[in-house]
């Protein structure tokens, strides 16, 4: 069974520095594009940045600059780098992984279960 697990989140004051985490695990063979989201109360969940197998990124308009994703192929695992945070940063982050080929099997998409980061004073 494919799993994505988060790691990483927590609360940070404005001005501040997290590092997320999220490994996939369960027979991967093989992850196109792997990526995070996020969805603050009230609000639709929404793309932070993606990263392609080969290292093509895509970012939010909101977070160029102050967010960086980087991946481990070999360990199936991406990272969110995430500086200069602000208190409208503060939302459930998913880890998300998009043609995924696992030992018997493909997922089109698959998810993490989310991690709380909060930007707060």
């Known amino acids: 069974q494919v799993q994505l697990v988060e790691s990483g989140g927590g609360l940070v004051q404005p001005g501040g520095s997290l590092r997320l985490s999220c490994a996939a695990s369960?027979?991967?063979?093989?992850?196109?594009?792997m990526g995070w989201y996020r969805q603050a109360p009230g609000k639709q969940r929404e793309l932070v940045a993606a990263?392609?197998?080969?290292?093509?990124?895509t970012y939010a308009d909101s977070v160029k600059g102050r967010f960086t994703i980087s991946r481990d192929n070999a360990k199936n695992t991406v990272y969110l780098q995430m500086n200069s945070l602000k208190p409208e940063d503060t939302a459930v982050y998913y880890c998300n992984a998009e043609e995924l080929y696992y030992i018997g099997g493909y997922s089109p998409r698959s998810w993490g279960q989310g991690i709380q980061v909060t930007v707060s004073s």
């Open positions: 369960g027979g991967i063979v093989s992850v196109n594009v």
């Open positions: 990263v392609r197998s080969r290292g093509t990124t």
